[in-house]
């Protein structure tokens, strides 16, 4: 079969692999309905990340199940799935405190550019339909495995409730879903920085009152001028840039909560500057197993559309053409079609 194999920074080529085979009992192989390229798979494309040796990209998944392994008890063959980008048993303490990205056997999925794709810990990774989903809703349901629910968790672990006052700092694909969770969730003032038209009215869609361009010391002035100088109860930061994180940090009011989702790249902080913060920080990998039920309900119930995000889309032979695209910022997010 084709996959996506990233050989060195901005080297992402479709090339002929194996397909994937069962190699523990409790493993799945599914065939991918569709995939995409994650705000993350652009670290390494860009030379964040170190790439040692050829690599097989994609973590976001979602598709109908062809095999599994002799131990695998509540996924079957035939089901249409969606799991998380961070592959849990869902039984540790860890799971079970809803926290399933530290699962004590977590690993993280990878190789779901290609049409097959396996999945290690089935029953604990994989949450099945009830029936199989028109296709109109797969983009949908392949965003709920990872930039949907990254974004919720952003939201949760910033703490959004009802008539609350959220900022979200990050206008990637990432951010826009922190827009939408927070208008879910009930907060009564969405703050979306963003400097671009398209990213902008996206976020105003799905659910942004405000929409800010400036960044840094400038962003922060008009986060505290649109809220008399207090500043937002919650904050999402969905970057992973210092200027991201100290922006959110400072567009927080005493006591109030961010959650970072970016994943971090040269960000640090010192004990003093911590200190007289006061001020709540709770992020990381995103624990999408917790949310993916509720989130897959609201999808096939229709009460979100978080596939808009999906705005280039290009079979997986172009994959490289999708990888440009977000590099170069004329895509939010692609969706690959396998």
């Given at each position: 079969m084709l996959a996506a194999i990233m050989h060195a920074p901005r080297d992402v080529r479709c090339e002929e692999v194996a397909e994937p085979r069962i190699q523990k009992p409790t493993d799945a192989i599914i065939k991918l309905s569709a995939s995409c390229v994650c705000g993350s798979d652009l670290w390494p494309y860009r030379g964040a990340n170190e790439v040692k040796e050829p690599k097989s990209m994609g973590h976001e998944y979602c598709g109908v199940v062809v095999e599994v392994g002799s131990a695998v008890t509540t996924i079957k063959p035939g089901q249409f799935v969606v799991g998380s980008f961070c592959i849990s048993d869902n039984t540790c303490p860890h799971c079970k405190f809803g926290f399933q990205s530290s699962c004590e056997q977590r690993e993280i999925m990878s190789g779901a550019q290609a049409p097959f794709a396996r999945v290690p810990l089935a029953d604990g990774t994989l949450v099945a339909t009830a029936a199989m989903p028109s296709d109109d809703l797969i983009p949908s349901l392949l965003a709920v495995s990872d930039v949907l629910g990254t974004g919720w968790y952003a939201a949760d672990a910033a703490g959004v409730q009802e008539g609350s006052t959220a900022v979200v700092v990050g206008d990637g694909a990432v951010g826009l879903m922190g827009v939408l969770a927070a208008k879910r969730m009930g907060a009564a003032r969405i703050i979306a920085m963003s400097r671009h038209k398209t990213r902008q009215d996206l976020a105003l869609e799905f659910g942004a009152t405000d929409i800010i361009s400036e960044r840094g010391d400038d962003g922060v002035a008009r986060i505290k001028q649109l809220t008399k100088g207090v500043g937002a109860d919650s904050v999402l930061e969905c970057v992973g840039t210092q200027e991201s994180m100290?922006?959110?940090?400072?567009c927080a009011r005493p006591g109030g909560k961010i959650g970072f989702v970016g994943v971090p790249h040269g960000v640090t902080f010192d004990g003093q500057y911590l200190f007289r913060q006061q001020k709540s920080l709770l992020g990381g990998a995103a624990?999408?197993?917790?949310?993916?039920?509720?989130?897959?309900?609201?999808?096939?119930?229709?009460?979100?559309?978080?596939?808009?995000?999906?705005?280039?889309e290009v079979p997986l032979i172009d994959v490289a053409e999708g990888y440009r695209a977000m590099d170069e910022r004329r895509a939010i997010k692609t969706l690959l079609r396998v």
């Open positions: 100290s922006q959110a940090m400072n624990p999408v197993r917790r949310y993916l039920p509720y989130l897959m309900d609201l999808v096939l119930n229709r009460e979100i559309n978080p596939g808009k995000v999906f705005d280039l």
